[in-house]
């Protein structure tokens, strides 16, 4: 059984504290409780996509996660745990790997989702990603240049199946999007063929 945060106990027990622990602790005690609760319940996720993970590789695992992303609140933790929980679930020869110790916990945050995901689902992508460049590459002339020079930005996506247009920045889109109308200079608007997710890019 993987080992629990030494306060989870306090946490659960739902006994109110007195009004002088309180103080003593001071005003951002609620929230380092709070966090512990939230690394706890993510460490007892781990353990249960892990199987039979060796003990203590669990909690390496979330220790991992909340150095490379930060509190257990913070956006890009919530999608990478999420991610992580999902693939571990579904790949085992990544779980096997991770509780081998073959995959470090420090490797494993670090992956990219698409190294994360089976075989078969890699393959899937690849499909995907190849029809979509095909695809944006015979409509290059009015959809835009396709492009594996840049990688989406979001965190469960990653891929470099994209297409751009050069433009002013007034010209990407309506003018509150990018600030003021005289808005010097020119950006490069890139759009990912696998999510549909669009950003703004400067003009190398």
């Keep these: 059984m993987p080992k629990r945060s030494p306060h989870l106990p ?3 027990s739902g006994k109110k504290k007195k009004k002088s622990e309180v103080s003593q602790e001071g005003p951002g005690s609620s ?6 609760l939230a690394s706890a319940a993510s460490a007892d996720l781990l353990a249960k996509a892990l199987v039979n993970p060796l003990e203590g590789l669990a909690e390496e695992v979330e220790t991992e996660l909340c150095k490379l992303h930060g509190c257990p609140s913070s956006r890009e933790y919530k999608a990478s745990i999420r991610n992580l929980l ?3 679930r579904r790949n085992e020869v990544l779980r096997a790997n991770v509780c081998s ?8 945050v670090r992956m990219a989702p ?7 689902h890699r393959e899937v992508l690849q499909k995907t990603e190849d029809k979509m460049m ?11 240049v396709a492009t594996s020079d ?5 965190e469960e996506c990653k ?14 889109g309506k003018s509150e999007t990018w600030g003021a109308k005289d808005a010097e200079g020119k950006g490069r608007a890139v759009t990912c063929l696998t999510c549909g997710h669009k950003w703004e890019a400067d003009m190398c």
């Design 86 to 88: 999902a693939n571990l």
């Design 10 to 12: 306090e946490l659960l």
């Design 150 to 154: 840049f990688q989406c930005p979001l």
């Design 114 to 120: 698409k190294d994360l995901a089976t075989e078969k």
């Design 101 to 108: 110790r073959a995959l470090s916990p420090y490797d494993l």
């Design 134 to 144: 095909s695809r944006c590459t015979m409509h290059s002339a009015a959809q835009g």
């Design 31 to 36: 929230s380092n409780a709070d966090a512990a």
């Design 159 to 172: 891929s470099r199946a994209c297409s751009y247009v050069d433009a002013g920045r007034r010209d990407i």
